[in-house]
C-alpha cells in the first residue's frame, strides 16, 4: 500500500506500492525526486513480471510466490532477530517452501500442515532469539503464500482471481496517495505511519469500491454491487496491512525490511497489503466455497 509521501508505485503481487516509515519519509523534496526514477523503473518491471506470470499459468506464478516469500523469509529474520543467516532461517525458510510446494501442487491443507510443524520447531527449539516471534514469522510469510497458490489454481477463474486482488491492492495504492497528497489533513497515525492521512485512507476505500464495481463489467456473470463491496472492504485490510507492518517495523527500530528493491526498500516493505488482502480472501473462500476459493471471491 502507498504511503502517501512516495509516489512510486511498485509490483501489486508484491503489494505496489511506496511506503516510507521514516519521520522524515516526506520532508526531503530533493532526495525525494532523485529517488522518483528508480522507484518507477521498478515499480514497472515488478508490476510486468508479476502480471505476465500470474498470467502464464499457475505454475509459473508458484516460482514467483515461492520466490518471493524466501526472501520475505530472510528479511523477517533481519527484522526480528537482527541477523541475516541462522538456523530460525532454514527452519523458517523450509517450511514455507514446502507448503509452497504443497500447494502449488493442489494441497493447500497439507501446505499448511507444513507451516504448523514449523511454527512448532521455532517454538521448541532455541534458534535464536524472539521464539514467538519467529514462529509468528512463518504464518506471516507462509499462510499468504499458500492462500495465492490455492487462489491462482482454481481454474478457469484464478487469474482473475489474482488479478482482482493486484486491482484492489494497487488500486487502493494510488488512490491513497492522490487523496493524501492532493487534500492532506489530519495524519491517520502519526506514531507509526507519520505520512499517512485520513484523506489517504478514504481515497484507499474509494479507490478499492470504484475498482471493484469496474472490475465486474470484465467478469460474466459477476455483480458490481458484491465486487464493489469487497473491493472497499479489501481496500480497509490492505491499509490495515500496511500499518501492521510499519508498527512492526517501528517496534523493532528499522525504516524497511532490506534494501533489495531500488527506491522501495525491502519485498516485506511492499508485500504488506497482499498478505493481509490475501489471508481476508482465503478466510471468506473457506467460509463461502473451499472448493472453489477463485469463484468464492469472483461471485460466480
Known amino acids: 500500500m502507498s504511503e502517501e509521501a512516495r509516489p512510486g508505485a511498485g509490483s501489486p503481487s508484491i503489494a505496489a506500492h511506496g511506503a516510507a516509515v521514516g519521520d522524515d519519509a516526506g520532508s526531503n523534496p530533493e532526495k525525494k525526486s532523485s529517488d522518483l526514477k528508480p522507484r518507477l523503473v521498478a515499480g514497472v ?38 541477523e541475516d543467516f541462522g538456523p530460525a532461517l532454514f527452519v523458517h525458510a523450509g517450511a514455507v517452501l514446502v507448503a509452497g510446494v504443497l500447494g502449488a501442487m493442489g494441497m493447500p491443507i497439507f501446505g499448511v500442515l507444513a507451516l504448523v510443524i514449523g511454527v512448532a520447531l521455532l517454538l521448541a527449539f532455541p534458534f535464536g532469539p524472539r521464539r514467538m516471534m519467529s514462529a509468528a514469522g512463518v504464518g506471516y510469510v507462509g499462510l499468504p503464500t499458500v492462500a495465492m497458490l490455492w487462489l491462482r489454481g482454481d481454474e478457469p477463474y484464478g487469474f482473475l482471481a489474482v488479478l482482482f486482488i493486484f486491482l484492489v491492492v494497487w488500486g487502493s495504492d494510488i488512490g491513497a496517495f492522490a487523496a493524501g497528497r492532493g487534500i492532506g489533513g489530519p495524519k491517520l497515525w502519526p506514531r507509526v505511519s507519520p505520512n499517512k492521512t485520513w484523506a489517504g485512507l478514504l481515497g484507499g476505500l474509494t479507490a478499492g469500491l470504484v475498482g471493484g464495481i469496474l472490475f465486474a463489467l470484465f467478469v460474466p456473470n ?53 498478505v493481509a488482502v490475501s489471508l481476508a480472501v482465503s478466510i471468506l473462500a473457506l467460509l463461502v466455497s473451499p472448493s472453489s476459493p477463485a469463484r468464492a471471491l469472483l461471485g460466480v
Open 45 to 82: 518491471v515488478m508490476s510486468a513480471v508479476s502480471l505476465a506470470l500470474a498470467y502464464a499459468g499457475p505454475r509459473p506464478f508458484a516460482l514467483l510466490v515461492i520466490g518471493v516469500a524466501l526472501v520475505m523469509c530472510w528479511e523477517w529474520g533481519r527484522v526480528i532477530r537482527s
Open 222 to 274: 459477476a455483480s458490481s454491487f458484491a465486487l464493489g463491496a469487497t473491493g472497499l472492504a479489501l481496500a480497509l485490510v490492505a491499509q490495515l496491512g500496511d500499518l501492521a507492518e510499519s508498527a512492526l517495523k517501528r517496534r523493532f527500530g528499522i525504516k524497511d525490511s532490506s534494501s533489495l528493491i531500488p527506491g522501495h526498500g525491502g519485498v516485506m516493505d511492499r508485500a504488506d497489503s497482499t
